[in-house]
C-alpha cells in the first residue's frame, strides 16, 4: 500500500484549499487508541484534516472539542457493534475490537480498517454498506487509496451503498470551516447562502 503516492494522487485531483493541518498529536493518539494509524492517513490529516469530502465524513483521530465533527475514539464503539451484528467481512475470521473507524456517511455506511498486522500502512478497508447484502466488504488498499478509487471508479463496482461519489470527484471541507460557515448562515459544504438557515438559530 503506497500511502504517500495516494495522497500526493489525491491533492491533484481534490484541492485542498478549504483543508486545514489538524496539528494531531500522533503520541497522544497511540496512548489513547492503542495503536499507531496509517501513514496516508496521518498525511492526510496533515493536508486536509478531518471534516468530510461531500457526504463522507473523514473522522479525526480524537475529539475536536467543537461539536461539530466525530471522531475515530468515538465512532469505534459503533463500528465494532456493526460488526458483531452482522459477523463481519465473509470468510475473514477477526474479531470486532479489530476493526477501527476512518469515516461515515454517504446515506449511513460506515468505512474503517481490519487492524490485520503489526503495520498499521499494511491495514485493508473494510466498509460497511447499509443497503447491500452481505453488509460488509474488505479492500486491499489504504485510506487514501479507498477515496481515490472512489472518486476515479478503479474499483469492479462502487464500494458504497452510495453513488453520490462514484466517479467523481468531490469537494472537501474541513470541520472548523463547515462549522464557520454554519454560524454565518451557510452552507456548510458549498458555502451559499443557506435558505434554512433560520430554522437552526
Known amino acids: 500500500m503506497t500511502g504517500s503516492t495516494d495522497i500526493d494522487t489525491l491533492l491533484r485531483i481534490m484541492p485542498n484549499d478549504h483543508g486545514a493541518d489538524e496539528r494531531v498529536d500522533w503520541v497522544a493518539v497511540e496512548a489513547h487508541l492503542g495503536s499507531s494509524l496509517p501513514g496516508d492517513y496521518q498525511a492526510f490529516m496533515a493536508a486536509y484534516g478531518g471534516g468530510a469530502v461531500d457526504n463522507l465524513v473523514i473522522l479525526p483521530p480524537l475529539p475536536t472539542g467543537n461539536g461539530w465533527s466525530g471522531s475515530i475514539s468515538e465512532h469505534s464503539t459503533q463500528l465494532r457493534d456493526l460488526w458483531d451484528i452482522d459477523g463481519g467481512v465473509p470468510g475473514v475470521p477477526s474479531g470486532a475490537d479489530r476493526v477501527l473507524p476512518w469515516g461515515t456517511g454517504c446515506n449511513g455506511d460506515e468505512l474503517g480498517w481490519l487492524m ?61 470551516e463547515q462549522r464557520r460557515r454554519f454560524q454565518a448562515g451557510l452552507d456548510p459544504m458549498t458555502g451559499e447562502p443557506d435558505p434554512y438557515a433560520d430554522m437552526f438559530a
Open 116 to 176: 490485520t498486522d503489526p503495520d498499521p500502512d499494511l491495514w485493508p478497508v473494510v466498509v460497511w454498506r447499509r443497503h447491500e447484502s452481505p453488509p460488509w466488504a474488505l479492500f486491499e488498499c489504504g485510506m487514501a487509496g479507498f477515496i481515490r478509487g472512489l472518486m476515479t471508479a478503479d474499483f469492479d463496482e462502487c464500494p458504497l451503498s452510495d453513488l453520490s461519489l462514484w466517479g467523481r470527484v468531490g469537494s472537501f471541507v474541513h470541520h472548523q
